[in-house]
């Protein structure tokens, strides 16, 4: 009787491999029993990244996709579709509390370390050889970024899975072109990882003019994520990433400096270990356990030379590499959440100096034996480091879940809770309604600014819609200046959380009342009316301003004054130089311009990708009106009011049916309003 081969066959070679798995389990369950320890009951992960995922996810099986609340407008805040949607599938089969369902989450990201596992060694097994193959995979393991971004919640984990299984299945083209579509939906950039999978494609298999009208579609389907992001937020890009760029915080000089800046602090971290491990690099900064051992680098171009046959393919991974790191330092988050942009490129790095490392001998000097040895323990040692990390900042999920069962039962079911993210806040609680003052979450604050760190805007939005709203929730890392700002109208302090070990959340009770009046100057017939700092009313006018002393941007919050014996709220910006914008009227009419001015402004200064705190009082207002090339009127106020009036008239000959208005001088700009005379 013939006997059937065992369903797993474990040779010399693949019994690594299945070792390696066994130790990412080892590793997980590890992970997972300690967080369960520290952070009570259920897990806790550490970025509010990770909680829009699972609340998105969650709401797609709730019914109600891309709402942050329920009954919102739909939100692009978690910066791709497939993720969220895949993660449902958990809520779907039974993980219904949010503690289950965090662990769900974990469950799944293991599931797809260990196939991403599979196959960098599968992929680097017939680029190199199998030892390579191996080796790169263990260090793939234990580089403290990859296996800490994979518990994140993040996007990054299907990206990864993903782009390494369509390497691995190259020669299978059916399967190949499966997983490079879904690789391109997995994430924003997934266009950058199809075009490399596409190139390596070519250059391995050779090239096929049959193949041409399926390396189209693929790009054709790709694409949908754009046009869906569109539909949904208004934008080609997910509203998560809008804001990310250096070019809406600074002018181009500065730009440039501070992304080369950045680009060089990366290279110097990541292959040189130029940094100690505490220290930080981007904009915002972010932990450095993600650097590769030193003198790695060096292998990694003696590779490189010896497999200079492939010379297509390692160019284009090189190519990739260099786009990641470039990409990701022109980014104010660059360098945030363990390098999660550019880890990618992390295999293809290992890889390839592991085969210097295998194939470079000296004599007398057998390399491999000294180098891998070295290169393996100083990664175990930063592993440490971030797995301790890791579990150390999970513990912020302590603080939402304190918060929550606070909120839960001293708050009203119609409470309405204003936050700077809150999607772990969201997460954890129930009937509340939590507005997020962050543009990458909250839809109607994207509309009105877009980004982040543009205060005037941010204020007004709170203007628009704070009625009604009567908590502010804020974390002690919150410290952006809205939120400092938001907080001088509390009124009482309700709950604070009380971990000594952690950055600690306050709820205040404020009353933002007075800043909801509505003012019209009482005169004529109104036309239309611009708020100046009000985003939408902005962009309704194709409102601009220039600066020249401040080059790039100056805003305010709103300011209390009064007008007319009315107490009145405004935000605006500090002009020297000039504003313009443009309305409709009807033609050959006299038409009133009343500008709201001011000599005081409270407000920052935001130049080269810094924030300067400023407290200016005018000594004098210098306006000059401009309608259509023609000058209107020059004028000069001294000893101005903090809000103070001034009308100009354009004559019916200069009205052709459409004002083009510019204003310059040195002044404070709060409100046009146009009317009929």
């Given at each position: 009787?013939?006997?059937?081969?065992?369903?797993?066959?474990?040779?010399?070679?693949?019994?690594?491999?299945?070792?390696?798995?066994?130790?990412?389990?080892?590793?997980?369950?590890?992970?997972?029993?300690?967080?369960?320890?520290?952070?009570?009951?259920?897990?806790?992960?550490?970025?509010?990244?990770?909680?829009?995922?699972l609340l998105?996810?969650?709401?797609?099986?709730?019914?109600?996709?891309?709402?942050?609340?329920?009954?919102d407008?739909?939100?692009?805040?978690?910066?791709?579709?497939?993720?969220?949607?895949?993660?449902?599938?958990?809520?779907?089969?039974?993980?219904?509390?949010?503690?289950?369902?965090?662990?769900?989450?974990?469950?799944?990201?293991?599931?797809?370390?260990?196939?991403?596992?599979?196959?960098?060694?599968?992929?680097?097994?017939e680029?190199?050889?199998?030892?390579?193959?191996?080796?790169?995979?263990?260090?793939?393991?234990?580089?403290p970024?990859?296996?800490?971004?994979?518990?994140?919640?993040?996007?990054?984990?299907?990206?990864?899975f993903?782009?390494?299984?369509?390497?691995?299945?190259?020669?299978?083209?059916?399967?190949?072109?499966?997983?490079?579509?879904?690789?391109?939906?997995?994430?924003?950039?997934?266009?950058?990882?199809?075009?490399?999978?596409?190139?390596?494609?070519?250059?391995?298999?050779?090239?096929?003019?049959k193949?041409?009208?399926?390396?189209?579609?693929i790009?054709?389907?790709?694409?949908?994520?754009?046009?869906?992001?569109?539909?949904?937020?208004?934008?080609?890009?997910?509203?998560?990433?809008?804001p990310?760029?250096?070019?809406?915080?600074?002018?181009?000089?500065g730009?440039?400096?501070?992304?080369?800046?950045?680009?060089?602090?990366?290279?110097?971290?990541?292959?040189?270990?130029?940094?100690?491990?505490?220290?930080?690099?981007?904009?915002?900064?972010?932990?450095?356990?993600?650097?590769?051992?030193?003198?790695?680098?060096?292998?990694?171009?003696i590779?490189?030379?010896?497999?200079?046959?492939?010379?297509?393919?390692?160019?284009?991974?090189?190519?990739?590499?260099?786009?990641?790191?470039?990409?990701?330092?022109?980014?104010m988050?660059?360098?945030?959440?363990?390098?999660r942009?550019?880890?990618?490129?992390?295999?293809?790095?290992?890889?390839?100096?592991?085969?210097?490392?295998?194939?470079?001998?000296?004599?007398?000097?057998?390399?491999?034996?000294?180098?891998?040895?070295?290169?393996?323990?100083?990664?175990?040692?930063?592993?440490?480091?971030?797995?301790g990390?890791?579990?150390?900042?999970?513990?912020?999920?302590?603080?939402?879940?304190?918060?929550?069962?606070?909120?839960?039962?001293?708050?009203?079911?119609?409470?309405?809770?204003?936050?700077?993210?809150?999607?772990?806040?969201?997460?954890?609680?129930?009937?509340?309604?939590?507005?997020?003052?962050?543009?990458?979450?909250?839809?109607?604050?994207?509309?009105?600014?877009?980004?982040?760190?543009?205060?005037?805007?941010?204020?007004?939005?709170?203007?628009?819609?704070?009625?009604?709203?009567?908590?502010?929730?804020?974390?002690?890392?919150?410290?952006?200046?809205?939120?400092?700002?938001?907080?001088?109208?509390?009124?009482?302090?309700?709950?604070?959380?009380?971990f000594?070990?952690?950055?600690?959340?306050?709820?205040?009770?404020?009353?933002?009342?007075?800043?909801?009046?509505?003012?019209?100057?009482?005169?004529?017939?109104?036309?239309?009316?611009?708020?100046?700092?009000?985003?939408?009313?902005?962009?309704?006018?194709?409102?601009?301003?220039?600066s020249?002393?401040?080059?790039?941007?100056?805003?305010g919050?709103?300011?209390?004054?009064?007008?007319?014996?009315?107490?009145?709220?405004?935000?605006?910006?500090?002009?020297?130089?000039?504003?313009?914008?443009?309305?409709?009227?009807?033609?050959?009419?006299s038409?009133?311009?009343?500008?709201?001015?001011?000599?005081?402004?409270?407000?920052?200064?935001?130049?080269?990708?810094?924030?300067?705190?400023?407290?200016?009082?005018?000594?004098?207002?210098?306006?000059?009106?401009?309608?259509?090339?023609?000058?209107?009127?020059?004028?000069?106020?001294?000893?101005?009011k903090?809000?103070?009036?001034?009308?100009?008239?354009?004559?019916?000959?200069?009205?052709?049916?459409?004002?083009?208005?510019?204003?310059?001088?040195?002044?404070?700009?709060?409100?046009?309003?146009?009317?009929?005379?």
């Amino acid at each position: 009787m013939e006997k059937k081969s065992p369903w797993l066959k474990i040779t010399e070679e693949n019994k690594w491999i299945l070792l390696i798995l066994l130790l990412a389990v080892f590793f997980w369950i590890i992970l997972v029993q300690t967080l369960s320890i520290r952070c009570g009951s259920g897990l806790g992960i550490p970025s509010e990244d990770g909680y829009t995922n699972l609340l998105f996810a969650k709401r797609w099986a709730q019914g109600h996709p891309y709402q942050f609340n329920i009954g919102d407008k739909p939100s692009t805040a978690a910066p791709d579709h497939l993720y969220p949607l895949i993660l449902s599938i958990g809520w779907l089969i039974g993980f219904r509390t949010n503690e289950l369902f965090v662990f769900w989450a974990y469950i799944l990201n293991l599931l797809l370390l260990l196939g991403s596992l599979y196959f960098i060694y599968k992929f680097f097994s017939e680029y190199l050889d199998k030892t390579a193959g191996i080796i790169t995979a263990f260090f793939t393991l234990i580089s403290p970024a990859i296996f800490n971004n994979f518990f994140m919640v993040n996007d990054f984990s299907l990206y990864f899975f993903l782009f390494f299984g369509a390497l691995a299945y190259i020669k299978k083209f059916p399967l190949f072109v499966i997983l490079t579509i879904l690789t391109g939906l997995s994430r924003p950039d997934g266009l950058l990882g199809v075009s490399v999978l596409i190139a390596v494609q070519i250059f391995r298999t050779g090239f096929y003019k049959k193949k041409i009208p399926v390396y189209f579609l693929i790009y054709v389907l790709v694409s949908f994520q754009y046009l869906l992001n569109f539909i949904i937020s208004g934008t080609f890009l997910p509203q998560g990433v809008v804001p990310q760029g250096l070019w809406h915080y600074s002018d181009i000089p500065g730009m440039i400096i501070s992304g080369f800046s950045t680009l060089i602090n990366q290279i110097k971290s990541t292959f040189f270990s130029y940094y100690s491990i505490a220290q930080h690099i981007g904009f915002l900064g972010g932990p450095l356990y993600s650097g590769l051992p030193p003198l790695f680098f060096i292998f990694f171009l003696i590779g490189l030379y010896i497999l200079k046959n492939k010379w297509k393919e390692n160019l284009t991974f090189i190519g990739y590499i260099a786009l990641l790191f470039l990409g990701d330092s022109f980014t104010m988050f660059s360098g945030v959440h363990l390098n999660r942009h550019i880890i990618p490129a992390y295999p293809l790095i290992i890889g390839i100096g592991i085969y210097g490392v295998l194939n470079l001998e000296i004599k007398d000097w057998n390399l491999k034996k000294i180098f891998l040895p070295f290169f393996a323990g100083f990664l175990f040692l930063e592993f440490g480091i971030g797995f301790g990390k890791y579990i150390l900042v999970s513990e912020t999920a302590l603080i939402f879940k304190d918060s929550a069962v606070w909120i839960e039962r001293h708050l009203p079911d119609k409470a309405r809770i204003f936050t700077l993210s809150g999607a772990g806040l969201r997460y954890w609680t129930k009937e509340r309604y939590i507005l997020s003052l962050s543009p990458a979450v909250n839809p109607i604050s994207f509309k009105q600014s877009r980004l982040y760190q543009r205060n005037v805007e941010m204020a007004e939005f709170i203007k628009s819609i704070g009625k009604g709203v009567d908590y502010f929730y804020a974390k002690q890392d919150e410290n952006q200046p809205v939120c400092k700002w938001l907080k001088q109208f509390s009124r009482e302090v309700l709950y604070k959380t009380h971990f000594v070990s952690l950055e600690n959340a306050t709820l205040f009770k404020i009353d933002l009342t007075g800043m909801s009046k509505k003012y019209i100057p009482e005169t004529r017939s109104l036309v239309a009316e611009l708020n100046v700092g009000d985003g939408i009313s902005e962009r309704q006018f194709h409102y601009k301003t220039f600066s020249v002393q401040h080059r790039y941007r100056v805003d305010g919050f709103l300011q209390k004054g009064e007008i007319d014996g009315q107490e009145y709220w405004d935000g605006g910006r500090l002009i020297d130089g000039y504003e313009e914008f443009s309305v409709d009227v009807p033609r050959n009419r006299s038409i009133e311009i009343v500008m709201l001015t001011g000599d005081k402004f409270c407000g920052y200064a935001h130049f080269r990708c810094k924030r300067t705190k400023m407290d200016i009082t005018l000594p004098e207002i210098n306006v000059k009106l401009i309608v259509n090339n023609t000058i209107i009127s020059v004028k000069n106020i001294k000893q101005a009011k903090n809000f103070q009036h001034i009308t100009f008239t354009i004559p019916p000959d200069l009205n052709s049916g459409k004002l083009k208005v510019k204003i310059t001088g040195n002044y404070i700009s709060f409100h046009y309003w146009v009317y009929l005379k």
